[in-house]
Each structure stands twice: as C-alpha cells, then as structure tokens.
C-alpha cells in the first residue's frame, strides 16, 4: 500500500507546472502599422465619399445673342422695335365658289393659279331639264299672247255694236233687251281682255323665273382673283347644302383676292399696350428671311382669346408683292411711332440692345419672367424683361446679356447654385 503524499509536496508540483511570463520577452507593435491603418481607413472614406456624392445636373444649354432694335448703319429712327411677333398672311376676301341650286357638274374652266375676273364663267351645271321648262314657259307665253290677241278683236266689234243699239233704242227700233244684251257682251269681253292681258304678264313672269334658273346652273367668279384650289370635277354633283353626303361638292373652286392679302398676330395681353393703330411694322417672310417690307397696323380686334390669353391684330402691306402668298409665315416686328421718338430723342439716339434667346429658355416665377444661367458649372436664378416672344424665339430687353449661356426646359427644383454639366448634342 502506497503512503498517501503530504499537502505541501502536492503544491510544490503545482506550482512548478506555471509559465512565468515575466520571464518571456515583450513583444513591441511595428511603428508603422497605426499610420498604416489611418491612410487605409482615409483612403476608404475618400473612395465612398467620391461615388456616393451628388452628380451635377445635366441639362440643355443654348447661347443668348444680341439684336440691336436700332442703329444699323444709320437706320431712321422710326426702325426702333419695341414688339416681336409672328403670324400668318391670310385675304380679307376668300370665297369657296358654288352653285345657288343642286345640279351636276359638266364643265370646269378654271385650274389652280389661274386669274379670274369678276363675273367670269367658271363652271357650267346640266341645264337640259330648266331648260325644257322653260321652252314650255315660252310657248304659254306665246299661247296666251295668241289668245289676248284674239279677243281685242271682238271688244271693239262688242263696243260698235254697244253704240249702234243705243242709237237704235233711241229711236225705238230696238228693244231696252237687246240693249242690255250688248252691253253685257261689251264688258264681258272688256272683262275677259283685261284677264288675259294679266295671263300674258303671268306667263311672261314665268318665263323670266325659268331664264333665271338657266341662270344658275352657270357658276361665275364673284370677284377678281385667284384660283388657289380646283375641288369638283365634270360629272359630279354639286349642292349649297351638301345634299348627298360625301359624293356631293359643295364648291367647285376657291378664289382669293390677292389684293386684300394682311397680316394676322396674336399679341399677348402683357403687351398689347405696345400696338396701336396705325403703328408702322417690319415684317419678314419666313419663305424670305432677308427681305424686309413695310408694313403698318390696320386694327386691333377689340376682344381677347381667354385660352390663349392674346389679343389678334391686323396688319397691312404698304405695297403688294407677288412672292407674298397666303397662308405664308411671318416674323413681325412693331417700331415705335415717329411722333414718339420726337418726344425721346435721347432713346432714338441710343439704340436699344435686344437679346434674343430661345422661348425654351424662359419660365414664370410668381407670375415674373426668369431664366437660369450657367457660370462656372453652377446655375444662377435671374429676373429678365421679356419685350416679345414668336413661335420660336423670345426677345429679352434685361436680365441677360449677350454671350451667356442659358438652361433649356430647366427641371423641377432646380435652385440656385446646382451644379450642372451641359448634355452634349
């Protein structure tokens, strides 16, 4: 049997099992690894930050040029703009030509860019039945004339034999009845001229009435101009009404008088104030971009179009010219009246400057003009006077200058100070 081992020698073997880490070398952190880990930790937030950041805008970009209203090499001073605008020509006279009654084309004398007179034939409808009527029209006539002669005859016999029988009844050689009888024959046939003389008056009436449906069936030009569409031809049935739906014309050619050629523009309400009556006008075909002709205003229509909010003016050519044709385009442009400039002449001496932007260009803020300007990759939020706008092109008086480059269509929200990068074209 083993002797059991005293408690003292068991903790003596114990403690001689211990590592002591006194005894062991420290190891020391490399001096390099802190400095390490910082630069990775920057490199990492540098590389979030670089696609995580906010990516300027992009957006279309136009250049705003300059137009100078007045000055051009010694321009009067009555060529001072203070409207832009744009319309159309269009003819004070215009007429779709037709027929009073319905009938079937068979001739056309006119084509497209033919000049007509007033008056002219241009079209010839089937005629044969009105003209049938109206041969039976004149032989009534005829009838009834044979007849009115026929009976002025026997009135004068009726009146000598009237005036014998009273001689005889004087004397008592014929009877107070043959007397009455004769007279009775006298104004019978008194009677009877007078109603036929009224049947030659109704028939001949008859007659006219079926001369002027002959009439009718002729289609002439109402007046002097030009034929500017050709719409039914020979065989087709023509009507004023439009009897018949689609395979009835309602006109057989349209005619426009190249005399009474205007202007037609809308202005808006901002600026009616600018136009008056009589006001002298430079307007350019769109068809002849470098051609300018004078023009002044006619009249201004005194109502507004609520949808449109403009007011429409009319304005006339000083001289006519052949190249200016209806339905044309037309810029517009309206120059202060001599007897103002008279009054300023310190602003007919100093022509106005004029920028020209695109329409895109402009926007409304609170009810004021704005547009945004690009400088620097940043856009800049600026209250502009815009003087007109056409179809195309608005007209700006202050706010821009020349030269500076202008958002189009700007986004919703845009602020000031975005950064914005130009969409390439």
Not at 13 to 24: Q, V
Request: neutral net charge; contains cysteine.
């Amino acid at each position: 049997m083993t002797p059991p081992i005293p408690m003292s020698a068991e903790k003596v073997s114990l403690d001689g099992l211990r590592i002591d880490r006194s005894a062991m070398p420290k190891k020391e952190r490399p001096a390099w690894l802190l400095p390490t880990i910082v630069i990775l930790l920057a490199v990492a937030g540098g590389v979030t930050w670089w696609f995580m950041r906010p990516k300027p805008l992009a957006v279309e970009v136009a250049v705003a040029k300059e137009q100078s209203s007045g000055g051009n090499g010694g321009s009067a001073p009555s060529q001072r703009a203070v409207l832009n605008g744009s319309g159309y020509v269009t003819a004070r006279r215009i007429a779709t030509v037709s027929a009073k009654v319905t009938g079937k084309v068979m001739e056309v004398l006119v084509e497209e860019g033919m000049k007509v007179e007033q008056g002219q034939i241009v079209a010839h409808l089937d005629a044969s039945n009105t003209e049938a009527s109206l041969r039976l029209a004149e032989a009534q006539l005829d009838s009834a004339r044979k007849a009115l002669e026929e009976t002025k005859p026997n009135a004068v016999f009726a009146e000598q034999e009237l005036k014998r029988f009273r001689e005889l009844a004087q004397s008592k050689a014929a009877s107070q009845s043959d007397l009455n009888k004769a007279d009775a024959e006298t104004k019978a046939l008194a009677a009877k001229l007078v109603r036929q003389t009224a049947d030659v008056v109704v028939a001949e009436r008859e007659v006219a009435q079926w001369k002027q449906q002959v009439d009718d069936t002729i289609v002439r030009a109402p007046f002097t101009g030009i034929v500017t569409s050709k719409n039914a031809q020979p065989g087709e049935m023509i009507s004023p009404m439009s009897a018949g739906g689609s395979f009835t014309r309602t006109g057989i050619c349209t005619i426009v008088d190249m005399n009474s050629l205007e202007i037609e523009v809308d202005v808006s309400e901002s600026y009616i104030n600018r136009v008056q009556a009589g006001q002298p006008v430079e307007a350019k075909l769109d068809a002849y971009s470098d051609w300018k002709i004078p023009a002044k205003v006619i009249a201004i229509i005194p109502t507004a179009d609520r949808q449109k909010a403009t007011v429409k003016v009319r304005i006339g050519f000083d001289k006519l010219d052949p190249r200016i044709l209806p339905e044309m385009g037309v810029k517009v442009a309206f120059h202060s009246a001599p007897q103002e400039l008279a009054a300023s002449p310190s602003a007919a001496e100093k022509p106005q400057r004029l920028v020209i932007v695109p329409k895109e260009a402009v926007h409304q803020d609170g009810g004021k003009d704005v547009a945004w300007v690009v400088k620097d990759g940043r856009v800049e939020r600026r209250a502009i006077t815009v003087n007109g706008t056409d179809a195309e092109t608005s007209t700006v008086t202050a706010g821009i200058n020349a030269g500076e480059r202008l958002v189009l269509n700007a986004p919703t929200g845009l602020k000031d100070g975005t950064k914005v990068t130009e969409k390439k074209s």
